[in-house]
């Protein structure tokens, strides 16, 4: 089992940039293919990125691509979503999830889905003004 706290939201200007934090306690990422997930008010969860355990598997929303990038320190057992050139769609509540590794090294396509994690952060607000 893993809990997941995240930081870094904030408020900021279309064209900026933020970077979130996801820490682990207990097992290390490692054990854990992480995700980050957001979701706006009204709408449903989306999927935005994930790496896998291994760290040489990432995935990215379309919409995202070229924007944002996944990354991992493991020394500090943190796992970051660096967010550039950000939009008004950008806004929402961002959330990290944690599910156990596999045998594989790679990301498969129930990374992309919600239902796919077992662990959740409480979230952390991205507003972006225009």
């Known amino acids: 089992q893993v809990q997941l706290v995240e930081s870094g939201g904030g408020l900021v200007q279309a064209g900026g940039s933020l970077r979130l934090s996801c820490v682990a306690s207990?097992?290390?990422?490692?054990?854990?293919?992480i995700g980050w997930f957001r979701q706006a008010p009204g709408k449903e969860r989306e999927f935005v990125a994930a790496i896998a355990w291994s760290g040489i598997s990432t995935l990215y929303m379309d919409s995202v691509k070229g924007r944002f990038t996944i990354s991992r320190d493991i020394a500090k057992n943190t796992v970051y979503l660096q967010m550039n050139s950000l939009k008004p769609e950008d806004t929402a509540l961002y959330y990290c999830a944690a599910v156990p590794r596999t045998l594989s090294a790679y990301l498969g396509d129930s990374a992309r889905s919600p239902n796919g994690y077992d662990y959740w952060g409480q979230g952390t607000q991205v507003t972006v003004s225009s």
């Open positions: 207990g097992r290390t990422f490692s054990s854990y293919n």
